[in-house]
């Protein structure tokens, strides 16, 4: 919800906007519940993986709470049936399942999930309603996919370590030189949508905190990886988005 808010400034509660909010936040809170406890079942909630094995633990309860979500999103999709929106959000239906077909088949590789995911996010955080400031930062798409690629490097690259691999596991090597590349990535697109137009800085300074935040837990492994303490933290630097986004433009109004 943060991330949509964040791009469908300004007044991101007004009109038809408070609908696909909910909607939005509904669909996403499903498909990843019923994706975890799929995944817990597979070791039957002892992957050591802890949003598997939660959503795993309390399947009986969270799968009561899918339908009844369920029913109450379908409710406000067919009474915003008409906008473009919904429409738009039902073309993503065969790709969703698509993915779903191949990651449960064993034919979707790490990389290739999280490629899939940052553009299905991306897409339908930034693109699936409208960008009120698309003429301020023409490159938001391609920043928002970065930031949750990175952000599911930062969870794959610890969770190496938690699924009892070894310390020298190339694989997960590698996703910690792919994280630097990315935030770099972030840095170069973050410094164009600037240079574009300096009146989105408050967008792209909340863009780079949040990338700083994602690196900051791969910079500090050994308090992040205690307690999990990686997995909060690169949830919550999302939540962050929206309220960050709130103080700069603050802050400018302040300045000007």
Request: charged fraction near 15%; charge should be positive; hydrophobic fraction near 50%.
């Amino acid at each position: 919800m943060s991330c949509s808010l964040f791009f469908i400034e300004p007044n991101p509660f007004s009109g038809q906007k408070l609908d696909y909010l909910i909607i939005l936040c509904c669909s996403v809170w499903i498909i990843y519940t019923f994706d975890h406890i799929l995944d817990g079942k597979k070791q039957e909630g002892r992957s050591g993986i802890l949003r598997y094995d939660q959503n795993f633990k309390f399947r009986k309860l969270l799968t009561s709470l899918c339908v009844l979500v369920s029913a109450y999103a379908i409710w406000l999709v067919y009474k915003n049936k008409a906008t473009l929106y919904v429409n738009n959000g039902l073309m993503l239906l065969p790709i969703l399942s698509i993915y779903f077909y191949l990651k449960f088949n064993g034919k979707l590789k790490p990389i290739l999930k999280m490629v899939c995911v940052s553009a299905i996010v991306s897409t339908v955080v930034v693109n699936l309603y409208y960008s009120d400031f698309y003429a301020l930062l023409k490159l938001e798409w391609i920043i928002m996919a970065l930031l949750v690629f990175l952000n599911q490097l930062v969870l794959n690259y610890f969770e190496t370590d938690i699924s009892s691999l070894h310390e020298d596991n190339p694989s997960k090597e590698n996703y910690l030189y792919l994280a630097k590349r990315i935030f770099i990535w972030i840095l170069l697109v973050l410094m164009a949508a600037t240079y574009l137009n300096t009146d989105s800085w408050p967008f792209t300074i909340s863009l780079l905190c949040i990338a700083i935040l994602l690196r900051v837990i791969l910079w500090n492994k050994k308090w992040f990886i205690c307690g999990d303490r990686y997995r909060f933290w690169a949830d919550f630097s999302f939540v962050l988005l929206w309220p960050l986004l709130k103080m700069f433009q603050s802050i400018l109004s302040i300045i000007s």
